[in-house]
Nanobody
Framework: QVRLVESGGGSAQAGGSLRLSCSYY????????MSWFRQAPGKEREGIAA????????YYADSVKGRFTISEDNAKNIIYLQMNSLKPEDTAMYYC???????????????????WGQGTQVTVSS
């Protein structure tokens, strides 16, 4: 049973930084597309970053490109999302997701993802 647990959310000022972590357990496939999504109140879920564990390729939505970085610590089974230059519009619930289909990314198609974490809240004030 694959399980994802996010942590690291909280509050920050505009221009500040936060780092989210996604610990993963129980993987059965060789490679996964690990992604971060976010959802603000009244808005659709948005895929913002993805990392393919099969080779380390990374992908970003335009809204976060140049500000956010997704990375992996293989030894600790953790996916990170480093968020810099935060903006009030980054305020949302952030979710970690995993897809074992062998292809990546699916940032515009959350239905591809088999596994989701419980989410962690990020609030950015101006």
């Amino acid at each position: 049973q694959v399980r994802l647990v996010e942590s690291g959310g909280g509050s920050a000022q505009a221009g500040g930084s936060l780092r989210l972590s996604c610990s993963y357990y129980g993987y059965t496939y060789s490679y996964y597309c690990m992604s971060w999504f976010r959802q603000a109140p009244g808005k659709e879920r948005e895929g913002i970053a993805a990392l393919f564990t099969g080779g380390g390729s990374t992908y970003y939505a335009d809204s976060v490109k140049g500000r956010f970085t997704i990375s992996e610590d293989n030894a600790k089974n953790i996916i990170y999302l480093q968020m810099n230059s935060l903006k009030p519009e980054d305020t949302a619930m952030y979710y970690c997701a995993a897809d074992g289909s062998g292809s990546c990314p699916h940032l515009t198609a959350p239905e591809w993802y088999n596994y989701w974490g419980q989410g962690t809240q990020v609030t950015v004030s101006s």
